[in-house]
């Protein structure tokens, strides 16, 4: 809410923040936490991996509130096996991405509130495009780690 994006939207399907009709989401720059829960039935005595599918740009995750790790490239997976419970799971992905987009957005014309400043001036930034944001998916769980 620091950048005035709201404090809690849902979005249907996972998307690009940057397509968003909320201007506050589409210049976001910073992280934004997607939760969900979901049923696990298969074997959790096996070795168990999530794959985020795309994300841009970072993903911290989190299952059942024990953090799992954090990847920044591709591919964008994690092995999930310490904290996976058959049944009722909770799993929280943290988002991050660049300054760019809220750079590009305090630029745009109208803008009465900045969120950012630069001791040089990029008004050349005022017309660039923004980078995409957002955790794309497809989101996944995998017995075996794709290679």
């Excluded at 849902?10 to 998307?15: G, I, R």
Aim: aromatic share 12%.
């Amino acid at each position: 809410t620091k950048m005035d994006a709201p404090a809690k939207v849902e979005f249907k399907s996972l998307t690009d923040w940057t397509t968003n009709e909320n201007k506050n989401i589409q210049y976001y720059g910073g992280t934004a936490t997607y939760s969900k829960t979901f049923d696990f039935i298969g074997d959790v005595t096996k070795p168990n991996f999530i794959n985020l599918g795309r994300v841009e740009k970072l993903a911290a995750v989190r299952i059942n509130g024990k953090a799992l790790g954090t990847v920044w490239c591709y591919p964008y997976q994690l092995n999930i096996s310490a904290a996976l419970k058959k049944g009722k799971n909770n799993i929280e992905v943290d988002i991050t991405n660049p300054w760019w987009n809220r750079i590009v957005g305090d630029l745009q014309d109208g803008v009465t509130k900045k969120h950012t400043w630069m001791t040089f001036p990029f008004e050349w930034a005022k017309v660039s495009p923004l980078q995409p944001a957002g955790l794309f998916g497809p989101v996944v769980i995998e017995e075996t780690p794709n290679p």
